[in-house]
């Protein structure tokens, strides 16, 4: 028998607001956005579910001299691992021994467009050095390592729109192996002129159209966004040691498939059939509600649900989180943060799986009903490439 897994502290920064309670009560509505212009050309700007301003809830984590050296993108990793330590009972503790697990797809592109546009107007002698360190991906994990002494295992995993689900699977297999008894697993994701042009690039932000055979679903055009988001996972003998609580147990993460660019549609139904059969079929009858991904293309969108329901049946409640957070890419522990909350006891909007998405809807049309206070959640992602993951969280 696999080694249990405890979830034991989370927290959330979304363009709801700086905490999960934020994002879970105001879920059903549609967010305030932000406009963020790509920095290529005329490109018109963009709308994005951005972060209120957090600078007080990071004061308390990082000093100002070190605020100062931090991306953006670090520090709101830092924010989020401390709430998520405090909410775990862990501030000021010993945690030399706790790791981190960082997913996010592109790292700091603001940093790394800082860095190469002072290269591009000075020259290679006459560049900022200071500004390099943040440009790599794995900067915020180090910073968090920095930050809270956290002596662990520390790595930055970076698969796209599955790199929180590859992070938390890491994470996980870390801590049923004995490898470590407590880590910090992060998913971030920041939205920037810079990361916006290369979406804008490579297609992805482009207005698609039925006659170009991929017609997006949501009438508002919201469809990217930013998110922090961290969990403390602890196993069992790390859990009895401290003889601390769980908000949940983590069952199980897998993931299938590419996530890469360019689209690769077709692939979409067998990836989530292909997870689903690795999570095995007595996992999936358990399953209760299902937080699912979002790709804003109808046509992918409709694969991933439909094959949802053939896997797991047509009744359950679903609740399609990207909707409102804008498309979270390497931000995508969001959806087991929620999962983990509708476990504990807590209750958000849904739909019925068994309601096919219309070709065009608007956002009230995502939400019909309240579920929560279930024994088991499943989380699940598809990518732009055809891959797909899913996460299986439990109650206590």
């Known amino acids: 028998m696999t080694a249990p897994v405890y979830i034991t502290g989370m927290a959330c920064l979304s363009g ?45 984590y990082a000093k100002p001299m070190l605020r100062r050296k931090m991306s953006r993108l670090s520090k709101m990793a830092v924010t989020a691992v401390g709430d998520a330590l405090a909410a775990a009972g862990l501030s000021g503790q010993d945690n030399s021994r706790c790791g981190v697990v960082l997913g996010t797809a592109f790292g700091s592109t603001a940093q790394s467009a800082l860095f190469y546009g002072d290269f591009l107007d000075k020259g290679a002698m006459k560049v900022n050095p200071g500004y390099f360190p943040e440009t790599v991906p794995n900067a915020p994990a180090g ?35 004995g490898m470590a008894h407590r880590l910090v697993v992060v998913g971030v994701e920041e939205m920037s002129p810079a990361l916006l042009a290369g979406l804008q690039a490579c297609g992805q932000l482009q207005r698609w159209t039925a006659a170009a055979g991929h017609e997006i679903s949501l009438e508002r055009r919201l469809r990217v966004g930013e998110a922090a988001v961290a969990l403390v996972l602890e196993s069992r003998q790390g859990l009895e040691k401290r003889r601390g609580t769980g908000l949940a147990r983590l069952h199980g993460v897998v993931t299938a498939g590419a996530a890469t660019w360019p689209a690769i549609y077709h692939e979409v139904g067998s990836s989530v059939s292909a997870v689903l059969g690795r999570l095995g079929s007595a996992a999936c009858r358990r399953v209760e509600v299902i937080v ?55 209750e958000l909007a849904c739909r019925a799986l068994n309601r096919p998405l219309p070709e065009r809807f608007l956002y009230s049309d995502l939400y019909d009903r309240q579920v929560g206070r279930l024994d088991h959640a499943l989380a699940t992602t598809v990518t732009p490439g055809g891959g797909a993951g899913a996460v299986l969280v439990g109650g206590l």
Request: charged letters at 15%; aromatic letters at 4%; hydrophobic letters at 45%.
């Open 16 to 60: 709801y607001g700086l905490t999960l309670d934020d994002l879970c009560h105001n879920l059903g509505e549609y967010p305030t956005c932000g406009q963020v212009v790509p920095a290529a050309g005329r490109a018109e700007a963009v709308a994005c579910a951005l972060l209120p301003d957090f600078k007080e809830s990071l004061a308390p």
């Open 143 to 177: 910073q968090i390592s920095i930050i809270f002494g956290l002596q662990g295992p520390n790595t930055t995993v970076c698969q796209q729109a599955l790199s929180s689900e590859h992070a938390l699977a890491l994470a996980h297999d870390l801590l049923v192996t």
């Open 292 to 346: 699912a991904g979002a790709s804003f293309v109808g046509r992918v969108d409709r694969q991933h649900v439909a094959a949802l329901a053939e896997h797991l049946g047509d009744q359950l409640p679903v609740i399609l989180p990207e909707y409102g957070t804008g498309m979270l890419m390497g931000a995508g522990l969001l959806r087991t943060a929620l999962a983990v909350h509708l476990v504990g006891g807590g």
